[in-house]
DNA sequence: ATTTAGTGTATTGTCAGGCGATACGCTTGC
DNA sequence: GCAAGCGTATCGCCTGACAATACACTAAAT
């Protein structure tokens, strides 16, 4: 737990507790560097933007890559104009999500739960500042992204983030909100530290969340926490509809009580 | 290219070319074969069981966890009884999934394929003796393991594998085919190499494949190729049903045309 | 045509820093 | 109660990762 907040902050690791921790490998964080210098590309990189994305020298980055390449994490692109993620990382991906005993137990009731709905249901994993989609059942109209494993958005502005929220200690809460970089999505996304926090103090009154056109325009979704040991918030179940053909109100009936109970058979304790 | 066979191979890396490759780095090596310790791992690992499934001695997996953790890679267990993948490998996932341009040209698609079909509906990429799944789009009832993303089945016996094979030169099926560990799936598996040939090239004949009860018993799948640069095969879309609603003939006649005009759709050249 | 900036790759001596043996404090289950 | 297992901490040695440098090649720009 300790650990995690370098974790949560998603990009920039090795600092001076490089000189601090005596079994913390450098070689190691140089090379997880490599790997997430694509973490905000959009095309192919080249060694050279692999080396000042990762914050490595031209010689560290040829040999990181080189070792990753005949590993099979990273592969030349197909018209070999750069460097791209390889399939070996998918292999990790599944240990991931297999091993994971939340998944493990999620996957056949939000499987359930997308049977009754017939509207798009997502599992969401807590993880700080963000919520990361960990599964993904999508209804008849998708766009690209949001089919993808791994996608995250924030625990701000999110209806699972904002159940997940519900179930924190208001200190906690405001930790959080506050360490967000609140950019907005649209124009009605919420970045004021204080409706945010009402509509968290919402949440825990009705036992679920409802948002409006938060991270997307003409989309409402309803949010509900999913606790683990202790009852702590560990991940969050959300259903998202169509403004075009549901009322936020008709579309929280319909679909909360649902939701409730499969987040209720998915929770510990 | 040529680097692709030790990471084919899938599990196994670090030989006497550390020795001969001088770029090649090994710590990095290890590193990767602490996270590949849990490929086959059906439980949390503890530091010994890691240490003993990475071939690498108790202070080196010492070493290398606690540099992992820190970064989020590796977690402890809900419980704390052992150590399981950390969440933030699927940042990675998401770099793959999202920087592939085959997957960003077949996932609208295919979900497209899907709403037309109704039947589950998978995008997997050929990568040797197995073929990975990188995109599912399930339909009503799913078992928990079939629907996780990096999944993947040998080339030899699934729908997908032999409308990849199909594409190929003899001598490159030969190869994949003997090279494969041929453990059969059910009873109806294809194990024999001469059987499979003869799959192969009925597969060449009409165009995609048909695969009854391949891997799973009561299933039939239809495979069609997609292909890259120099209409090499990449990929392939599988399209599954149920023997209990389908007989294999009305279900290909019904699906083979969508499904190859899906493969069309994606397919370069 | 010739330059220039950009690719990716190959080589090498030096010395940081990763290595692994060993010891410790804890929990768990005979 | 002991023993076996867990994860953690320490530390001197010497390997092997490091960074500087050079090179072959391509593609724009002069």
């Known amino acids: 737990m300790r650990n995690t907040l370098r974790a949560e902050s998603g ?35 080249s060694l050279a933007e692999i080396a000042t994305r990762a914050g490595v020298d031209r010689s560290a980055a040829q040999r990181i890559v080189h070792t990753l390449r005949t590993m099979g994490y990273i592969t030349r692109d197909a018209e070999d104009r750069g460097f791209l993620p390889g399939i070996r990382i998918l292999d990790h991906t599944l240990d991931y999500l297999r091993l994971n005993p939340l998944i493990q137990r999620a996957t056949p009731v939000i499987l359930e739960l997308r049977r009754n709905v017939r509207e798009r249901v997502d599992l969401s994993l807590f993880d700080g500042q963000r919520v990361v989609y960990a599964a993904r059942m999508q209804s008849k109209r998708e766009t690209f992204y949001a089919t993808l494993v791994g996608h995250s958005v924030p625990t701000f502005c999110s209806s699972g983030g904002w159940a997940i929220l519900a179930r924190l200690e208001d200190e906690a809460v ?24 009402a509509e968290v103090e919402a949440t825990r009154a009705r036992g679920y969340s409802i948002a409006v056109e938060q991270i997307l325009l003409g989309e409402v979704a309803i949010g509900v926490a999913v606790t683990g040991p202790q009852g702590r918030p560990v991940a969050a179940i959300h259903v998202a509809g169509s403004l075009a053909e549901w009322t936020a109100e008709d579309f929280s009936t319909r679909v909360a009580p649902l939701a409730l109970e499969a987040a209720r058979a998915i929770s510990q304790i």
Not at 175 to 188: G, H, M
């Open 174 to 197: 405001r930790a959080i909100v506050d360490a967000s970089n609140r950019q907005p999505f649209t124009p009605r996304t919420l970045t004021d530290p204080e409706e945010i926090m």
């Open 11 to 45: 990009v920039r690791y090795l600092s001076e507790e490089q000189r601090a921790d005596p079994l913390f490998t450098n070689s190691i964080a140089r090379a997880m560097q490599v790997l997430a210098a694509f973490h905000h590309a959009d095309h192919p990189l």
